[in-house]
Structure formats: structure tokens, C-alpha cells
């Protein structure tokens, strides 16, 4: 067994929360160690590295697992899943059916519920909110008032970035300072042939294909 509940226990609108204690070492956890707390075991896997640490809390059926972590003063509820490297923490708030999982992080005052999600390396942080079917994915960081309700926030990029739009089959490419292959490989062509004319003095090149 990874963990217990303990007799030190809160009351929140009905609810019971046990403060949980470690009962093995593992990851950055030592044996004995007090921590969060949860309404039942099933809030938190017995098994992996995941944990809920500080004054963090998990309840009702939200489920904490593999190498996730809840801290700080961070609550998560209903029926919510947090999963694999994911941290939600400081005063973040994840509830109803959202999920944060693969290396996302919710923070500060960050507010993720509905049905939203957030994953792969995503950020949500400071006052931003994130709910209903929207999704916060790939390296996007979504902070401040922003508030997303049915989009889908995939990347970010600098204000002085050059972003072209390049097909590819059914989808199209997003690529910073875009210069077509075609242009390059004549460039490199024409460098290639420069070059064998300084060096042996050879003019009129003719390639055949």
C-alpha cells in the first residue's frame, strides 16, 4: 500500500477529507510523510509515482494516477481525471469531466472544467479559464483573463514571428520563416556550380537529367 487516510479529517459542504500519509518512499515522497487529502483511496492510485501534496484536495470520483501530482492549495472534483505527468497546483480549480494529462500544467488561478481539456506540454495559468468542449493542447500556453469555451488552442508564437500556411495533403502546415524546398535545392544547385567554376575555372555547365 502507497498511502492511508489518516484520522485528521475536514468537513467541506458534506463531504469528508482524509489527510492522507505515505506509507513507502517513493519519487520525491519519504515514508511517513503527511500530506493533501482525499474523500476515499480511489481519489488517488496506490500505485506509480502520483500524489496529492500540501493542502491540495481530490473528491468525489476525480481520480489522480501514474505520475500525476495535485499540490499547493490546487482542488479537484466530480469527475475529473489527471494523469500521467500532469500537475495541477497553487489555487488551481479542475472540475466536472475535465482532464489534464500527458505533461500539461494548470496553475495559479486557473479555473479547467466542463468538458475541456488540456494536454501534451500545454499551460494554463495565472486567471485563465477553460471549460466547456475546449482544448488546450501541444506547447499553448493559455494565461491571464483568457477564457476558452469551444476552441481548440494548439500552439502559440512571438509577435515578430513569419507564420506561412503551407498544404499538405488534407492539412495545412503552420511553419515559421517558410521558404519552399524547390527554391532551396536550386539555391544549393547553383552554390554547387559556383563553386566548381571558381575552383577549376569551368564555364558553360550543362545538367542533364
Do not use: H
Amino acid at each position: 500500500m502507497k498511502f492511508s487516510l489518516t484520522k485528521n479529517t475536514k468537513d467541506w459542504f458534506g463531504t469528508t477529507l482524509f489527510q492522507i500519509k505515505a506509507e513507502m518512499s517513493f519519487g520525491s515522497v519519504s515514508k511517513w510523510d503527511i500530506w493533501g487529502r482525499v474523500e476515499k483511496e480511489k481519489n488517488l492510485s496506490q500505485e506509480d509515482n502520483a500524489w496529492v501534496s500540501w493542502n491540495a484536495w481530490v473528491y468525489w470520483n476525480a481520480c489522480v494516477y501514474w505520475n500525476a501530482w495535485v499540490s499547493w492549495n490546487a482542488c479537484v472534483y466530480w469527475d475529473v481525471c489527471v494523469y500521467w505527468n500532469a500537475w495541477v497546483s497553487w489555487d488551481a480549480w479542475v472540475y466536472w469531466n475535465a482532464r489534464v494529462y500527458w505533461d500539461a500544467r494548470v496553475y495559479w488561478d486557473a479555473c479547467v472544467y466542463w468538458n475541456a481539456r488540456v494536454y501534451w506540454d500545454a499551460r494554463v495559468y495565472w486567471n485563465a479559464c477553460v471549460s466547456w468542449n475546449a482544448c488546450v493542447s501541444w506547447n499553448a500556453c493559455v494565461y491571464w483573463k483568457i477564457k476558452l469555451e469551444f476552441w481548440r488552442c494548439f500552439a502559440r508564437k512571438e509577435k515578430d514571428w513569419n507564420i506561412s500556411e503551407v498544404e499538405n495533403e488534407w492539412v495545412i502546415l503552420l511553419i515559421k520563416d517558410y521558404k519552399p524546398a524547390e527554391e532551396e535545392v536550386e539555391d544549393y544547385v547553383q552554390k554547387a556550380i559556383k563553386l566548381l567554376e571558381d575552383k577549376w575555372m569551368i564555364k558553360d555547365w550543362k545538367i542533364l537529367i
